[in-house]
């Protein structure tokens, strides 16, 4: 089958990229003829206060990626289209609504001829604006199909659609990291770690109210606002001895270091569809202390390699801690490194096979 993927791909950073990287390159492998679809200029800044671009790639770059379309310049979604209408299937990877415009002129320059799904990571977000809602039901109105990762999220397509959608795990699409220069040795470090971009449904100030006494915590990620009214709380719960800030990006080669640093990731969100954290933590040999939100639950095993929290619930989440430092060690000890080919298989078969 000749599949055109579009979507953010290096220079871009992050998981939407890096999924996007590793579907092409997975595809590929199963034998499909591919193209991948980039982009050069991807959002307007002020709805990205994040960093967008890395110098340095996150994994294998794609070979022959084309990075041409750009939100400043529609003629260019309907030239692109236009080229998309020789492949039998094209996916759109839709990260954020604000890409719905520019997939409307790809559609229209595609014109019909190629089949076309929406691949979304989130049908709505977790922080919605006015515009969302409308910009995607225009999209799931008008692809023959969609991809999601959630049955909460297929309910949420098929509210806003009229094409067929399949739900299928989300399967990783982790950086290139590597491990700490020492390894990780035994015992407790009483340090847990807060990792990923800190955004408000992330609960974040969950986790600060919720530290017991005694345990560290390091967070390390970009604040899409906020960094102040942090460093306020910490002030005012009088755990700056025992919160490390270390506010930005983080590059891959670092990320070992952290997990290796910890005793516990901890995923305070307050919602969620699908994440990439858990398998991080996981292949790092690291447990997880989260909440019951999205795929949190199935993703790890209650009690064996992690514990699970009320969302929002700060005597809730404190409790789990409380509880994993009873027996941190063993908790560690039943962390196991996830099979991730047979998760890629069937994402496969979903977006390529009968279902869509």
């Not at 990877?93 to 979304?120: D, K, N």
């Not at 409380?322 to 941190?328: H, K, W």
Request: hydrophobic share 40%; proline share 8%; with cysteine.
């Amino acid at each position: 089958m000749r599949i055109a993927l579009v979507g953010p791909a290096f220079p871009y950073k992050g998981g939407g990229a890096q999924h996007t990287t590793e579907l092409a390159h997975r595809l590929r492998a199963a034998g499909h003829e591919v193209a991948l679809e980039s982009w050069k200029a991807q959002y307007p800044g002020f709805l990205y206060p994040g960093q967008q671009t890395i110098d340095v790639p996150e994994g294998e770059v794609f070979p022959g990626t084309r990075r041409e379309l750009s939100w400043r310049r529609p003629d260019g979604w309907l030239r692109v289209g236009r080229r998309l209408r020789s492949y039998d299937l094209v996916v759109f990877a839709v990260l954020s609504s604000v890409q719905v415009p520019a997939y409307l002129g790809l559609l229209r320059g595609i014109g019909g001829a190629a089949r076309t799904v929406a691949l979304c990571h989130n049908v709505l977000p977790h922080e919605p604006k006015p515009y969302d809602r409308p910009l995607m039901r225009a999209l799931l109105r008008r692809v023959d199909g969609a991809l999601v990762h959630s049955p909460q999220q297929e309910e949420l397509a098929r509210l806003l659609g009229t094409a067929p959608v399949s739900v299928a795990d989300l399967p990783a699409h982790l950086p290139a990291t590597r491990p700490a220069e020492e390894p990780v040795g035994s015992g407790a470090r009483g340090r847990l770690l807060f990792f990923g971009i800190v955004r408000p449904y992330k609960g974040l100030d969950v986790l600060l109210r919720a530290l017991p006494d005694g345990v560290g915590l390091t967070v390390a990620g970009e604040f899409w606002g906020g960094l102040d009214d942090t460093r306020a709380l910490v002030a005012e719960l009088g755990l700056r001895e025992r919160v490390e800030l270390l506010p930005g990006y983080v590059p891959a080669e670092r990320i070992g270091g952290l997990f290796a640093a910890c005793d516990a990731l901890v995923l305070p969100y307050r919602s969620a569809t699908a994440s990439q954290n858990v398998l991080m933590a996981f292949e790092h040999g690291v447990p997880v202390i989260a909440t019951r939100v999205g795929g949190f639950p199935s993703q790890l095993r209650e009690g064996v390699d992690g514990l699970l929290a009320d969302p929002g619930d700060v005597v809730s989440l404190r409790e789990a801690i409380v509880r994993f430092y009873r027996e941190p060690e063993r908790f560690r000890a039943q962390v196991r490194r996830p099979d991730h080919g047979p998760v890629w298989d069937a994402y496969l078969l979903a977006l390529t096979g009968a279902g869509l």
